[in-house]
Nanobody, 126 residues
Framework: QADLVESGGGSVQAGESLKLSCEAS????????AGWYRQAPGKQRELVAA???????KYTDSVKGRFSISRDNAKMTVYLQMNALAAEDTAVYYC????????????????????WGQGTQVTVSK
């Protein structure tokens, strides 16, 4: 089981940027996929972005071109660079590590989170 600690959340104005970080411990981080989910008030938790152990990425449509996920296996850390933030991005952001569907299988490119962080608040004002 991985212990995950998020940082980098905060309050910004629309159009500004934030970079979230998530440091993992207690797991084979480099061999696992990782991702970020978010949950806005009154809404279901949704996948924002995920990255496989080999660097494949996926994004929800609403953040494509604005957000970028990356990882540093030596630091056991996954990042979420968020640019051109909008009020609709306001949410609690949760880091996770999990499983990525292998290429050539019916689950190729799918991501299943397993371990979760506590979350970090991102608030974007208009």
């Amino acid at each position: 089981q991985a212990d995950l600690v998020e940082s980098g959340g905060g309050s910004v104005q629309a159009g500004e940027s934030l970079k979230l970080s998530c440091e993992a411990s207690g797991s084979s981080f480099s061999s696992n996929a990782a991702g970020w989910y978010r949950q806005a008030p009154g809404k279901q938790r949704e996948l924002v972005a995920a990255i496989s152990s080999s660097g494949q990425t996926k994004y929800t449509d609403s953040v494509k071109g604005r957000f970028s996920i990356s990882r540093d296996n030596a630091k056991m850390t996954v990042y979420l660079q968020m640019n051109a933030l909008a009020a609709e991005d306001t949410a609690v952001y949760y880091c996770n590590v999990g499983v990525w569907g292998d290429d050539g299988t019916r689950w190729a490119g799918e991501y299943w989170p397993v371990d979760w962080g506590q979350g970090t608040q991102v608030t974007v004002s208009k």
